[in-house]
Protein backbone atom coordinates (compact mmCIF):
# COMPACT_ATOMS: atom_id res chain seq x y z
CA UNK A 1 0.00 0.00 0.00
CA UNK A 2 1.29 3.40 -0.95
CA UNK A 3 2.50 5.35 2.33
CA UNK A 4 2.69 2.21 4.60
CA UNK A 5 5.99 2.89 5.50
CA UNK A 6 6.82 0.32 8.77
CA UNK A 7 7.77 3.38 10.80
CA UNK A 8 6.26 6.50 12.61
CA UNK A 9 5.36 8.33 9.40
CA UNK A 10 3.20 5.44 8.23
CA UNK A 11 -0.47 6.29 6.34
CA UNK A 12 -2.30 4.89 9.62
CA UNK A 13 -5.74 6.55 8.38
CA UNK A 14 -4.79 4.94 4.91
CA UNK A 15 -4.22 1.93 6.53
CA UNK A 16 -7.79 1.73 8.08
CA UNK A 17 -9.36 2.76 5.27
CA UNK A 18 -8.05 -0.05 3.08
CA UNK A 19 -9.35 -2.27 5.88
CA UNK A 20 -12.54 -1.02 5.87
CA UNK A 21 -12.81 -1.21 1.76
CA UNK A 22 -11.10 -4.42 2.10
CA UNK A 23 -14.07 -5.66 4.52
CA UNK A 24 -16.76 -5.02 1.62
CA UNK A 25 -15.12 -8.44 0.31
CA UNK A 26 -13.92 -10.17 3.18
CA UNK A 27 -14.38 -11.67 6.60
CA UNK A 28 -11.41 -10.92 7.99
CA UNK A 29 -8.83 -7.95 7.74
CA UNK A 30 -6.06 -7.76 9.67
CA UNK A 31 -3.79 -4.27 10.10
CA UNK A 32 -0.33 -4.16 11.37
CA UNK A 33 1.15 -1.15 12.69
CA UNK A 34 5.13 -1.38 13.12
CA UNK A 35 5.63 2.11 14.47
CA UNK A 36 5.13 1.96 18.00
CA UNK A 37 7.45 -1.74 18.15
CA UNK A 38 9.83 0.68 16.40
CA UNK A 39 10.09 3.83 18.58
CA UNK A 40 10.18 1.04 21.12
CA UNK A 41 13.60 -0.49 19.74
CA UNK A 42 15.19 2.90 19.21
CA UNK A 43 13.94 3.86 23.10
CA UNK A 44 12.51 7.09 21.42
CA UNK A 45 9.79 7.78 24.43
CA UNK A 46 7.96 11.17 22.36
CA UNK A 47 8.07 8.76 19.28
CA UNK A 48 6.68 5.58 20.93
CA UNK A 49 3.77 7.97 22.31
CA UNK A 50 2.81 9.48 19.22
CA UNK A 51 3.13 5.86 17.68
CA UNK A 52 0.38 4.86 20.19
CA UNK A 53 -2.06 8.22 19.60
CA UNK A 54 -1.94 7.94 16.12
CA UNK A 55 -2.53 4.78 15.77
CA UNK A 56 -5.86 4.65 18.56
CA UNK A 57 -7.04 8.23 16.48
CA UNK A 58 -6.24 7.50 13.22
CA UNK A 59 -6.58 3.60 13.06
CA UNK A 60 -8.72 2.31 15.60
CA UNK A 61 -10.71 5.66 15.59
CA UNK A 62 -11.01 5.28 11.89
CA UNK A 63 -12.35 1.75 12.02
CA UNK A 64 -14.82 2.27 14.70
CA UNK A 65 -16.31 4.70 12.86
CA UNK A 66 -16.72 2.69 9.61
CA UNK A 67 -17.23 -0.59 10.52
CA UNK A 68 -20.96 -0.47 11.56
CA UNK A 69 -22.07 -0.17 7.58
CA UNK A 70 -20.58 -4.16 7.33
CA UNK A 71 -23.07 -5.44 10.14
CA UNK A 72 -22.21 -7.50 12.87
CA UNK A 73 -18.18 -7.09 13.53
CA UNK A 74 -15.26 -8.10 16.32
CA UNK A 75 -12.56 -5.83 16.30
CA UNK A 76 -9.44 -6.94 18.22
CA UNK A 77 -6.76 -4.65 19.51
CA UNK A 78 -3.31 -5.68 20.83
CA UNK A 79 0.15 -5.60 20.10
CA UNK A 80 2.26 -8.20 19.04
CA UNK A 81 4.52 -8.16 22.08
CA UNK A 82 5.79 -5.50 24.21
CA UNK A 83 8.84 -3.60 23.44
CA UNK A 84 9.30 -1.16 26.68
CA UNK A 85 11.62 2.00 26.24
CA UNK A 86 13.81 0.84 28.71
CA UNK A 87 15.09 -2.39 27.27
CA UNK A 88 14.70 -1.69 23.61
CA UNK A 89 13.90 -5.14 23.27
CA UNK A 90 10.97 -7.48 22.95
CA UNK A 91 9.82 -9.02 26.32
CA UNK A 92 7.83 -11.87 27.46
CA UNK A 93 4.93 -10.09 29.18
CA UNK A 94 1.37 -11.19 28.05
CA UNK A 95 0.21 -8.14 25.63
CA UNK A 96 -2.76 -6.20 26.39
CA UNK A 97 -5.80 -6.74 24.31
CA UNK A 98 -8.71 -4.99 23.62
CA UNK A 99 -11.95 -6.62 21.99
CA UNK A 100 -15.41 -4.91 20.95
CA UNK A 101 -17.95 -7.00 18.91
CA UNK A 102 -21.08 -5.22 17.60
CA UNK A 103 -23.45 -7.91 19.69
CA UNK A 104 -23.46 -7.01 22.93
CA UNK A 105 -24.07 -10.46 24.84
CA UNK A 106 -20.16 -10.96 22.58
CA UNK A 107 -18.15 -8.45 25.31
CA UNK A 108 -16.61 -9.30 28.25
CA UNK A 109 -15.63 -5.84 30.51
CA UNK A 110 -12.06 -6.35 32.09
CA UNK A 111 -9.66 -3.31 32.23
CA UNK A 112 -11.00 0.28 32.45
CA UNK A 113 -8.93 1.57 29.71
CA UNK A 114 -6.34 -0.23 27.13
CA UNK A 115 -2.67 0.22 29.08
CA UNK A 116 -0.35 -2.77 30.31
CA UNK A 117 -0.77 -1.10 33.34
CA UNK A 118 -4.83 -1.45 32.83
CA UNK A 119 -4.45 -4.88 31.21
CA UNK A 120 -2.74 -5.78 34.73
CA UNK A 121 -5.10 -4.48 36.63
CA UNK A 122 -8.10 -5.85 34.66
CA UNK A 123 -6.71 -9.65 35.04
CA UNK A 124 -8.42 -10.96 31.99
CA UNK A 125 -5.36 -13.27 30.31
CA UNK A 126 -5.34 -15.17 27.08
CA UNK A 127 -3.03 -18.89 28.23
CA UNK A 128 -1.83 -19.99 26.21
CA UNK A 129 -1.82 -16.82 24.38
CA UNK A 130 -1.96 -18.16 20.77
CA UNK A 131 -5.26 -19.26 21.19
CA UNK A 132 -6.56 -15.56 21.45
CA UNK A 133 -7.45 -15.59 17.29
CA UNK A 134 -9.01 -18.57 17.37
CA UNK A 135 -10.93 -17.56 20.19
CA UNK A 136 -11.65 -14.39 18.39
CA UNK A 137 -13.31 -16.29 15.40
CA UNK A 138 -15.29 -18.43 17.05
CA UNK A 139 -16.17 -18.51 20.73
CA UNK A 140 -13.56 -16.22 22.20
CA UNK A 141 -14.64 -15.80 25.87
CA UNK A 142 -14.22 -19.42 26.28
CA UNK A 143 -10.12 -18.83 26.00
CA UNK A 144 -10.30 -15.89 28.89
CA UNK A 145 -8.91 -16.59 32.62
CA UNK A 146 -9.92 -14.29 35.16
CA UNK A 147 -7.21 -13.66 37.45
CA UNK A 148 -9.24 -10.61 38.83
CA UNK A 149 -9.25 -11.05 42.64
Not at 76 to 86: E, F, K, Q
Not at 109 to 129: D, Q
Request: charged share 30%.
Amino acid sequence: MPGATGYIDTDYVGKARRALEALGEKDFVFVHVEAPDEMGHEGNLEGKVKAIEDFDGKVVGTVLEGIGRHGDYRVLVLSDHPTPIAKRTHTAEPSPFAVLCSRRDDNVRGAEGYSEEAARRGGLVVTPGWQLMEGFIGDWRRFIEDRRR
